[in-house]
């Protein structure tokens, strides 16, 4: 199929700017080109509160973000749902995915922490998922301080983040807790040694390259070898069995799908109660444009819903 017609607007209009491609860009230039990308979310939502502070557990401080949305039709605690954004561990902060935490917290119902993990190559694997096991082990034990609930977590991730919370359920299974009730990966890299055929259908992108996934990687692990560490690949781990529901979005255009298909296979083939949304005409981090492109919208609605649904079952 196609790409989706605003998306493929929205790509031309990046192309016409012209430039290098990004493996051949520094760190900084490349942070630079990710905080501009902000500007295709559209204006902030607004929500009910936000601020920042730190989360301190497992001997880590890790800086967040907690969102608490709009209008809330429950009493008592709310769930929370646990943000890591995206950026190939190397991009990113509390501020490049802000608008994707706005919607989640507004239309959920939930009260979403968005993670300022570290990022490489300042601090390589296994930096992020330690800060990220910190940070939901701190709002389990703390919720009750902005009115979450420490016993309904979910975790949402897109991109690297979606890499993250899907190694971060199984860390959490490993280590006896915190509980995590869902988990929501959108269009997540899972595999490093992933070989399979979107790789080469998309290794020119649109927006994600194969190049540009390989400069990630090398930025990323400390050395190769670190990825066959379930924490960096968890779609290598033997036994999935018990871990929590699974939301799993892929884009057709991305050279992840095939990795996040299989994945999603293998949590169903384990007994894992799996929702797989594979979406057509969208390219990898197709959820930064929401500020033009209503299929970025419809999707995020989508999951946010699906988040609602899983604390009121």
Excluded: C
């Amino acid at each position: 199929m196609s790409l989706d017609p605003q998306i493929d607007a929205l790509l031309q209009q990046l192309a016409e700017a012209g430039g290098p491609a990004p493996e051949s860009l520094t760190v900084s230039q490349n942070r630079a080109f990710a905080s501009s990308l902000a500007a295709l979310a559209g204006d902030p939502e607004p929500v009910g509160s936000v601020h920042d502070t730190t989360a301190a557990a497992e001997g880590i401080e890790v800086p967040i973000r907690i969102y608490a949305p709009a209008d809330v039709s429950r009493s008592g605690p709310l769930p929370v749902t646990v943000f890591f954004h995206g950026g190939g561990w190397v991009l990113g902060d509390l501020d490049s995915q802000d608008h994707i935490a706005r919607i989640m917290a507004n239309r959920s119902g939930t009260i979403v922490v968005s993670v300022d993990y570290r990022l490489a190559p300042e601090h390589r694997s296994p930096a992020a998922i330690e800060d990220a096991y910190a940070a939901v082990t701190w709002v389990a034990a703390n919720a009750p301080g902005f009115g979450g609930d420490g016993q309904n977590i979910a975790v949402f991730g897109e991109s690297a983040g979606g890499n993250l919370a899907a190694a971060l359920v199984q860390e959490a299974q490993r280590r006896g807790g915190p509980r995590i009730a869902l988990q929501v990966l959108a269009y997540p890299a899972v595999d490093r040694f992933d070989d399979s055929p979107s790789m080469y259908e998309n290794m020119a992108g649109p927006l994600l390259t194969r190049s540009w996934l390989e400069w990630f990687w090398g930025l990323y692990l400390t050395t190769p070898d670190d990825g066959a560490d379930p924490r960096v690949s968890p779609a290598r781990t033997d036994d999935l069995a018990g871990l929590p529901p699974a939301v799993i979005v892929t884009a057709e255009h991305d050279p992840l799908r095939d990795q996040g298909d299989r994945y999603a296979q293998k949590l169903a083939d384990a007994g894992v109660p799996v929702t797989h949304l594979p979406v057509k005409g969208a390219t990898h981090a197709f959820f930064s444009f929401t500020g033009s492109v209503q299929l970025a919208r419809d999707v995020l609605n989508q999951l946010a819903d699906t988040v609602a649904a899983a604390f009121t079952a």
